[in-house]
């Protein structure tokens, strides 16, 4: 007891001197320097981890900066209406849904044969219409031959109207010296006027001879007019007579086929839809995501129908517009509240070369454009 209250004495004597654990006693703390260093390859695990992720972040950074991407995106084409342009009757369809035809394939058959009648009609006008030309040019030469005949009468009284003026000066003058008798000189009067009268009607019949002329030209060019007009009635015919074959404009597939034999086609009316073999992408992208997409940027397309594979292809234009600009109801920002939304613009992507696979409007794409 006395040792006990001695150890206290000194304790309370030095309280500065730091107390010494008891004999056979354990420490009980650890810095955590030295739990690092008994976990050491735990620590080692999780820095790796931890650089790795890192690294991963910053090469996916790298590299999404230079693509962009967009899912409102859809194959589109020119997709044709074949519709009739005459009416008639359906007679054939050689071709049928979904069907790969070539460019210039019969798709319908119309009939044929009040169209081909009307054709023979317009050939055998035509025929008349050369027919009366050809009269009509026979008349021109018989009439010039019968100008020409007249102004030689003409010409013939002219003469003769010359000498018998001579005839009457010469005996006019020799009554008057009295080497003739007066009815002498009344005789070559009267041959004078005979003459004159001959020439008069001479001159009047080369001059209504020769109005004959202009007559049958003008009728000449009736006729010729007429033979034109015949012949694009012709042309008409050959040309409604053609549209009774409707053919493929273009390489492609026959959709919504509505064509049916014993059909009557009406002009306009659809008989089916046609869609082109080329296709492109129609991508909308955000109006905040144009500066950096560019025509003729590389572009990577993977098609919804078919995962696994992608198409090569490049931008070609982009709209100048966004797409409700163009739309059925676009809007009309200068009425009511407005709220900004990011509008999207579209832009055409098309393929480097042709697809492999079947391709229609609306099938959804991804296009990855290539921005660096």
Not at 120 to 130: G, H, P, S
Request: aromatic share 6%; charged share 15%.
């Amino acid at each position: 007891m006395d040792q006990r209250v001695t150890n206290e004495h000194q304790q309370e004597a030095a309280p500065n001197l730091e107390a010494k654990p008891a004999r056979g006693g354990v420490k009980q703390d650890s810095s955590w320097l030295t739990r690092l260093r008994e976990r050491r390859g735990l620590v080692l695990a999780i820095t790796a981890v931890c650089i790795l992720v890192l690294v991963g972040i910053v090469v996916w950074w790298v590299n999404a900066s230079g693509y962009i991407s967009t899912d409102d995106a859809f194959i589109d084409a020119r997709t044709v209406t074949i519709s009739s342009q005459i009416s008639a009757q359906v007679v054939d369809v050689p071709v049928t849904d979904n069907e790969l035809v070539k460019a210039g394939t019969v798709l319908v058959v119309l009939d044929k044969s009040d169209y081909r009648a009307q054709v023979d009609q317009a050939k055998a006008q035509v025929d008349q219409a050369l027919a009366n030309i050809a009269n009509i040019a026979a008349q021109i030469g018989a009439q010039q031959a019968r100008v020409d005949q007249a102004n030689r009468q003409a010409t013939q009284a002219q003469a003769a109207l010359i000498f018998a003026r001579q005839q009457d000066e010469r005996y006019s003058g020799l009554a008057k010296s009295g080497s003739v008798t007066q009815e002498q000189a009344q005789q070559y009067h009267s041959s004078f006027l005979q003459a004159q009268a001959s020439f008069d009607a001479a001159q009047a019949n080369a001059a209504a001879t020769a109005k004959q002329l202009p007559v049958l030209q003008s009728q000449k060019l009736q006729a010729q007019a007429q033979l034109e007009q015949m012949r694009a009635t012709l042309e008409i015919g050959n040309i409604n007579l053609s549209r009774t074959e409707i053919t493929a404009p273009a390489d492609g597939y026959v959709t919504n086929l509505t064509a049916t034999k014993g059909n009557n086609a009406a002009p306009g009316q659809a008989l089916m839809m046609f869609v082109p073999r080329n296709v492109w992408v129609t991508a909308n992208f955000k109006e905040t995501e144009l500066v950096s997409v560019k025509p003729g940027a590389p572009v990577s397309i993977t098609v919804d129908a078919y995962p696994g594979r992608s198409f090569a292809g490049r931008v070609a234009s982009i709209q100048a517009g966004s797409g409700t600009a163009f739309s059925l109801l676009p809007p009309e920002n200068a009425t009511g509240n407005y709220v900004k939304i990011v509008q999207r613009v579209p832009v055409k992507i098309v393929f480097d070369n042709p697809p492999d696979v079947l391709l229609g409007p609306g099938m959804s794409v991804v296009p990855t454009v290539t921005i660096k």
